[in-house]
């Protein structure tokens, strides 16, 4: 979309000169000479072909025109403030960023979160979700948490879960087509999530489910569509304890089976090794890790 608008340093020039009523002033706020100003105003008063002030000896004066345009000009300005205070600003030096999938954020992260804001109010923590465990981009993110099984170069990495996988739905499911033994799954729908090494074919063969294929089913991007999915009785996913504890707590999600395997893939906190951490980064470090070893010991 092309935007019909002035340049940028013509708009500045007219609402400071406007908010001053001086050509003077406004140069010294925008550290530019006087007459840069008043070229700049010209400028957009050609352009727009109405005049913005009544030049007088030693003061300028809005016209009508210029006083309609001025609010419009001094909102947008607001605005575009606002927003780049939002997503950038004077929070780039003070919030950690952290990224993580949306899964991990939602089922793990977001529970226990509230423990550490609550502890430390005066910190500011920016969460960026994603769905894919694309490289850690050390300009972008002061830690990272990625799903695997360790060998990142560059990076220290902790890891945070003992994960072990069984199959989960709805308890409804089992009312429509019995689930009493493993081989039962050949008849329902296995939802799979991209991006897991470690899937059913681990777990079938661990039940020695032979007659069921580990490939069929519905293929999803994230553990989070997976199990809302299953919820609603669309299929069984395969459920990693430290994405599933919430939904089976919740009674939305139940394990047919006792049979939970231990796998090698595991959520990992990373920091980067080739730059300064951010000042906030040992303090989050230390708590995320406390918070995983205690998972670790109620498991």
């Known amino acids: 979309m092309q935007l019909d608008l002035p340049p940028l340093i013509w708009l500045r020039a007219f609402e400071a000169a406007a908010r001053h009523l001086s050509f003077t002033d406004a140069a010294m ?6 007459a840069a100003i008043s070229k700049h105003v010209k400028s957009l008063e050609l352009s727009l072909r109405h005049q913005l002030f009544i030049r007088r000896p030693r003061s300028l004066q809005l016209t009508k025109t210029g006083e309609a345009y001025l609010p419009k000009v001094r909102d947008a300005f607001e605005r575009l403030a606002i927003g780049t205070r939002e997503v950038f600003g004077g929070r780039r030096a003070k919030e950690l960023t952290v990224r993580c999938s949306v899964s991990f954020a939602v089922n793990w992260l977001a529970p226990r979160l509230p423990e550490f804001l609550d502890c430390n109010p005066d910190k500011n923590i920016r969460i960026i979700s994603s ?6 981009d050390t300009d972008v993110f002061d830690l990272d948490i990625q799903y695997g099984t360790g060998g990142w170069s560059n990076v220290r990495s902790h890891r945070l879960t003992w994960e072990t996988i069984t199959p989960l739905c709805a308890p409804g499911l089992v009312d429509k087509r019995p689930l009493k033994r493993p081989d039962d ?11 897991y ?19 069929q089913g519905l293929q999803l991007d994230t553990s989070l569509t997976a199990f809302e999915i299953a919820a609603e009785g669309g299929g069984v996913a395969l459920g990693r304890l430290s994405l599933a504890n919430r939904e089976r707590r919740s009674g939305r999600l139940f ?9 090698d893939e595991a959520f990992h906190l990373l920091e980067s090794l080739g730059r300064d951490l951010h000042p906030d980064a040992a303090l989050f470090v230390d708590w995320l890790l406390d918070a995983a070893a205690r998972d670790r010991v109620n498991l």
């Open 29 to 34: 706020e925008l550290n530019l000479t006087q």
């Open 131 to 136: 769905v894919w465990n694309d490289a850690f």
């Open 185 to 195: 799954l050949r008849e329902h729908r296995l939802l799979h999530v991209l991006g």
């Open 197 to 215: 090494q470690e899937g059913w074919g681990i777990w079938l063969n661990a039940a020695e489910a032979k007659t069921v294929d580990p490939g």
């Open 255 to 263: 394990a047919p089976f006792d049979l939970e395997v231990p796998i």
